[in-house]
Structure formats: structure tokens, C-alpha cells
């Protein structure tokens, strides 16, 4: 069974610094993995999606990367800024059909102006 | 606008009142799915549909049912609620299962 860790589970920093926020997960026989934010009390809103076959993916001041081998992503936030502050998730689909995803439990970020 | 839509956002209930919250896509997507986030725990798949008519279950599928007569919809029944089901409900629909997910605002569950 796919399991999914996201290291570390909180994190603060001050504005403008760079960071990186991490995924791990079991089963390396992945399809894909995909980034979410989460602001409170809010719905997912999907950051990037990197497949497989690819080791980044960048949108604006977000790089996400992917290390199948090894088993993990991570989520490279360049010049951080106190907008930047929610949970992020990192998912991915079950390897054997691909219907389930699992998810991590997710970094929540702070971002001090 | 592209959305999952989720009806009711928020709901206070009592224990073995049947309820039924809805999920609607306007996307034409395949794929739908349904979640539950809890504290500690994240978020865990419930129910997912590759297709109509063609639902299976997550990992957590106990107490809930599904149903996928249209494309568009996909509501998630609790027969029979029961406190240990309160918890924060996400749909989500991609066009195919391993396509990005879009996720609907979330359901506020409360069962007392």
C-alpha cells in the first residue's frame, strides 16, 4: 500500500527566502504526483502536476521535482511571500490501475512579512 | 467557469438521519472522487468513479454509498450517519484518474 510523507509538517519563514518542502512515498511504480494548496477552511487548488517520465515541472516561482528512484519530490518556493502562507499536499496515484490516490498529510507554511 | 460544485457547504445533523451531499462537475470529466480530511490524519479517499456506472471503493469507504447515473454528478450517501463521520468532505473530478484533480469547495459535516 502507497504510504506518503511530507516533511516537515510545519515550517516558518521570513519573507523573501527560498524554500523547499518535501514528499516521500513508498511506492516508487508511480504514474504521476501532483502538488496542492490548501488555505484554511478552503478547497485544494492544484500547483502542478509532474509525470513520471519528467524530473521538473516549474510554474512561476513554483519548481516542483521528481525522483522516482529514490522515492520523492519536492517543492521548490522561490522569494516566498506571506500569500504563499496555507498547507501544500503532495498526491499520488496508486500504482496496480491508478484509481486510488493517496495523499500526504501536508507542510503548513508561514510566511512572516 | 470550469468548477466542482458541492451542496450543502455546511451541515449539522443528528445521528441515523439519512443525508445526501451533491457533487457536480461541469468539465465533462470521467474521473470523480470523493474525500474526507480529518486532523492528523489528511485527506482519504473514499469513493471513487472512472465512469457512469462504474464506482469502486477507497480506503475509507465504510457508512457512505455512491451513485454515478450522469456524468456531471456524483453524490456521496450516509444511510446512516454517526458522529465518528463528522469531518470536512472534498469532492474532486479530473478528466481521466491520473489527469489533475480539481476539487470542489468542501462539506462541513457535523453529526451529533
Known amino acids: 500500500k502507497q504510504e506518503v510523507t511530507q516533511i516537515p509538517a510545519a515550517l516558518s519563514v521570513p519573507e523573501g527566502e527560498n524554500l523547499v518542502l518535501n514528499c516521500s512515498f513508498t511506492d516508487s511504480a508511480i504514474y504521476n504526483l501532483q502538488w496542492f494548496r490548501q488555505d484554511p477552511g478552503k478547497g485544494l487548488t492544484s500547483l502542478l502536476l509532474?509525470?513520471?517520465?519528467?524530473r521538473e515541472q516549474t510554474s512561476g516561482r513554483l519548481n516542483a521535482s521528481l525522483d522516482k528512484s529514490s522515492g520523492r519530490s519536492t517543492l521548490y518556493i522561490a522569494a516566498s511571500q506571506p500569500g504563499d502562507s496555507a498547507t501544500y499536499l503532495c498526491?499520488?496515484?496508486?500504482?496496480?490501475?491508478?484509481?486510488?490516490?493517496?495523499f500526504g498529510i501536508g507542510t503548513k507554511l508561514q510566511v512572516i512579512p | 467557469e470550469a468548477q466542482v460544485t458541492q451542496n450543502p457547504r455546511y451541515l449539522i445533523t443528528v445521528t441515523g438521519k439519512k443525508l445526501t451531499v451533491t457533487c457536480s462537475q461541469n468539465m465533462n470529466h470521467e474521473y470523480m472522487s470523493w474525500y474526507r480530511q480529518d486532523p492528523g490524519l489528511g485527506l482519504r479517499q473514499i469513493y471513487y468513479?472512472?465512469?457512469?456506472?462504474?464506482?469502486d471503493k477507497g480506503d475509507v469507504p465504510e457508512g457512505y454509498k455512491v451513485s454515478r447515473k450522469e456524468k456531471r454528478n456524483f453524490p456521496l450517501i450516509l444511510e446512516s450517519p454517526s458522529p465518528n463521520q463528522t469531518s470536512l468532505y472534498f469532492c474532486?473530478?479530473?478528466?481521466?484518474?491520473?489527469?489533475?484533480?480539481?476539487f470542489g469547495p468542501g462539506t462541513r459535516l457535523t453529526v451529533t
Open positions: 509532474i509525470q513520471s517520465s519528467q
Open positions: 468513479s472512472m465512469n457512469v456506472e462504474v464506482t
Open positions: 474532486a473530478s479530473s478528466l481521466y484518474s491520473t489527469y489533475e484533480q480539481y
Open positions: 498526491a499520488v496515484p496508486n500504482s496496480g490501475g491508478y484509481q486510488k490516490v493517496t
